[in-house]
């Protein structure tokens, strides 16, 4: 797995730890297995993670950081009470763990191969 990449114009880290490490203790004081942090523009997972979790861990904590480097956590924080801004960013991130899969999917049933040049192209298009 690479350790860099790019993002809405941002460069990005992934680091692995440790699976008590104090950095997988979220917002809300849990410890987790997985943390994006905007400050350092670095998402941190567990080193235990494998496989399918570890797929779907690393595209919940890509959500995060696109709802960062897009600019798009303002949106949530515009429609969302204070309250519910935790809870609002979850559920989006979910929502891309466990759909995006299906969503690209179907775009490549029905564009074919050339659904990797325009779908990546029309979302960067939002975020720019």
């Known amino acids: 797995m690479i350790k860099q990449f790019r993002l809405c114009g941002d460069i990005w880290n ?3 730890v440790g699976p008590h490490d104090p950095i997988l203790i979220d917002r809300q ?14 998402i941190y997972l ?3 993670l494998r496989g ?3 797929n779907r861990v690393f595209i ?8 960062f480097s897009s600019g798009l956590i303002v949106d949530i924080h515009r429609m969302v009470r204070k309250k519910y801004w935790i809870e609002a960013e979850e559920w989006v991130c979910n929502f891309i763990a466990d759909y995006g899969r299906e969503i690209f999917g179907a775009a490549y049933a029905v564009l074919g191969d ?14 720019i």
């Open 14 to 16: 992934v680091k692995f």
């Open 29 to 42: 004081n849990i410890l987790t297995i997985g943390v994006t942090d905007p400050a350092t523009m670095t």
């Open 46 to 48: 567990s080193d235990r």
């Open 52 to 54: 399918e979790l570890l």
């Open 60 to 67: 919940h904590e890509l959500g995060h950081a696109t709802l």
């Open 114 to 127: 050339q659904a990797i040049y325009i779908v990546p192209q029309q979302t960067e298009k939002r975020f």
